[in-house]
Structures are given as C-alpha cells and as structure tokens.
C-alpha cells in the first residue's frame, strides 16, 4: 500500500487508491458498527433486510457465507431481537428472515450515522465530483454484479 502525505494523494495508483477508499469506508462501518454493538457483517445483514425478505440461502450468497456461518449470524440478530424467522411462503421446509421493529429502529439510527459519517468525508468534493464518483461507483458495482 501507498501511504503517503494527503498532499500526494492525486499519484496514487487507480488500485490503490480503490483499496485505501474501501478502507475509509471500512472503517466508517467498523465505527458505527461499534457503537451500537455490531460487526460489519452484522451492518451488512441488516441493511439487506432493509427493504427485503430474503430465504436463508438468499442471505448466505449476499454476505457470500457458507450455511452454518449465515445460521449462526441470524440466530445471534435473533437473540437480540433484531430479526425474526418465518416460513417461507414458497418453500415451508425454509425460512425467510426479516427486521423487527426494533431492528428497524437500529437500521434507521445506524444507516443515519454512516450517511452522515460518509458525506463528512466527501464535503470537499464538488457537486460535479460527487456525481462522477456516483456514477463511476454505479457502473463498477453493475459490472461486477453482472459477473457474479
């Protein structure tokens, strides 16, 4: 890795500077995530659970998890009353999971703190700038999705 002063920033390779960018954010979700108690895994599967109701299986290949790792990270959401499993309506011997109210107001309060930790860290960017890296963040997130 490239650490050189802030002033150099501009010569870092393109491969460097995606991983150090990744680590920022990284350590945005370790934050936030620590202050309420979570992992970033544990980040990442509520904020899946945001807007969906996946099947167990469904989960383990968004979090890329084998089948014991994803049980266990469920059941430990579930014991803290975070998420709840229920039957699946397409498949009674599955289950699907989705968020409490409780894990929703943990979502809301969380995704407001990384929200307001990420944009801090671009307010130096201009409008132009930012609507490039959202644009350039969209286009590498769809191809890699294509390829999965």
Not at 23 to 38: E, M, N, P, Y
Not at 75 to 83: F, H, N, Q, T, Y
Request: aromatic share 2%.
């Amino acid at each position: 890795m490239n650490h050189e002063s802030p002033s150099r920033q501009n010569e870092l390779s393109l491969v460097d500077s995606a991983v150090q960018f990744s680590f920022l954010i990284h350590s945005i979700l370790g934050r936030v995530g620590a202050s309420h108690d979570l992992s970033i895994i544990q980040i990442r599967l509520l904020g899946i659970l945001q807007d969906r109701e996946p099947g167990m299986l469904q989960l383990a290949r968004y979090l890329g998890l084998d089948k014991s790792s994803i049980t266990g990270l469920v059941s430990r959401a579930e014991g803290r009353g975070l998420v709840e499993r229920t039957v699946s309506q397409h498949d009674r011997r599955g289950f699907t999971v989705r968020l409490t109210p409780d894990g929703r107001d943990l979502v809301l309060a969380a995704s407001g703190e990384i929200e307001r930790q990420i944009l801090a860290t671009l307010e130096g960017l201009t409008e132009a700038e930012r609507a490039q890296l959202i644009g350039i963040a969209g286009k590498v997130l769809a191809s890699s999705l294509a390829e999965a």
